[in-house]
């Protein structure tokens, strides 16, 4: 018997229900007070309860509409889902920018995306606290209540650029040497602290660009792909796509100059 692949649209009005939900979720955690319940790759890389009882929450969601899909999430791994023959696999971060949400910052967001067969074909990052929200499907643009249009901006000297830190002293210090090249080479640098979000500006054009090395699969699942789908190149150095050693999502125009001087200044090396 011959599997069929789900519509796109299909899969992202699962996702926004289960997205919203979530966010919900967060939003009353964090209203009710949150304390960091363990740390990951070092001691400022914090996990909430909130993080855990919210992916939990998209996990069960998932798994009641589709049973036989696998789930990627960011706390509890491959769920129980793993190894499904539907073809579909679901990238979850329950609460991206985890710092900002402990800090009472609303610059967080629940990330979801749809992969069918490796591609991600849906996807919703929706804002924990102003509840502002950005989906897309492949090949069909953002959602259609939205009217996202890439940055104009054709001289990197005049671009604002967003971008990110890892949570490793090293790679800090990598990265920090990076902005303090890049830095005289644009018109100024935004570190707002979640890469979900930060792609959705980058498809708003409320920044021009942005890039960051070390981003997971579910930290750029969902907002890489509104990020495409509003027009902007999202790819690596050299060729390769984005991944961990770079993602840079940037207007056409600013698409050369940006990857060549972060090229230049080895920004997908160091730790």
């Known amino acids: 018997m011959t599997r069929s692949a789900p519509e796109p649209a299909e899969l992202l009005t699962i996702a926004i229900e289960v997205a919203r939900q979530a966010a919900a979720t967060a939003y009353r955690m964090r209203a009710e007070g949150v304390s960091v319940a363990a740390t990951k790759s070092t001691v400022t890389d914090v996990v909430t309860a909130a993080d855990r009882a919210v992916e939990r929450q998209v996990l069960d969601a998932l798994h009641r509409v589709r049973p036989d899909d696998a789930v990627l999430g960011e706390e ?7 190894g499904a023959v539907s073809g579909v696999r679901w990238i979850v971060d329950p609460i991206d920018g985890t710092v900002n949400y402990l800090y009472g910052l609303p610059y967080c967001a629940v ?13 919703v990052v929706r804002n924990v606290v102003t509840g502002e929200e950005w989906t897309a499907t492949a090949g069909g643009g953002p959602g259609a209540t939205q009217r996202l249009r890439c940055s104009t901006e054709v001289d990197l000297g005049q671009a604002l650029v967003a971008t990110g830190f890892g949570y490793d002293p090293a790679r800090r210090s990598h ?54 789908e509003a027009g902007l190149r999202v790819a690596g150095l050299g060729g390769l796509p984005a991944g961990p050693d770079l993602v840079i999502a940037a207007p056409p125009a600013l698409f050369a100059p940006l990857h060549d001087r972060l090229a230049d200044l080895d920004a997908s090396g160091g730790p």
């Open 175 to 228: 990265q920090a040497r990076v902005i303090a090249e890049l830095i005289p080479h644009v018109r100024d640098i935004r570190r707002l602290g979640a890469a979900a979000l930060d792609l959705c500006l980058a498809a708003e054009g409320r920044v021009d660009a942005y890039y960051e090395k070390g981003l997971a699969a579910w930290d750029q699942a969902a907002g890489g792909l509104v990020a495409a």
């Open 111 to 123: 990330s979801l995306a749809a992969e069918v067969d490796g591609e991600v074909v849906a996807g």
């Open 76 to 82: 509890y791994g491959a769920g129980a889902a793993d």
